[in-house]
């Protein structure tokens, strides 16, 4: 018995993870709307307000709106060091984010991810990671653009924020 499946060899239960990494991708799709309220930091510092009209995490590039903006403009991936999908555009300039695990339910693995600029965040990983790095989460997968991550603070403007892999320097798993 594996993982508590009764006549489960770990074969068949290795057979099924290719079948669940699919469904994952697929919980996404479902969870993002076309619109969604997203900011977008660049690796150069720079910040764009606006709406998320095509996303994929396989995709060179993403379709943006701005905030003020009447066309969508395809913006590459390369050029972004993470998209925050955010409750309100205003968000709260006075609230200091809590950097604390145990504020909310676990979401998946604690992280710490270090970014090239020497900028750090911490959450609970959604998903897996990419590629190999920190102390090697996941096997890599060159498809993959990035990673979602998950504030670990329930009362941050952010709901979540989609890590791109070429502009994180390392991740470190959280015991």
Known sequence: MVFGLTGTSENEIGNLLPSLDIIYKQLIKLTMSADDKVVLRFIDGKLLRGYLKEFSQESPEILFKKLDGKRTQAIPMLKL?????????????????????????????KI?????????????LQGGVPWNKGFFLSKPD??????????????????????????????????
Request: aromatic share 14%; no cysteine.
């Open 81 to 109: 060091k993470a998209i925050f999908f955010v409750k309100t555009f205003e968000g709260d300039s006075g609230y200091i984010e809590k950097k604390i695990y145990g504020l909310r339910q676990s979401e998946g693995k």
């Open 112 to 124: 710490f991810v270090k970014f090239n600029d020497d900028e750090s965040m911490v959450g609970y």
């Open 142 to 175: 060159n498809g993959k653009k990035g990673f979602f991550l998950v504030p670990v603070d329930k009362a941050s403007n952010n709901i979540r924020v989609f890590v791109v892999r070429s502009a994180v320097k390392d991740i470190t798993a959280i015991p």
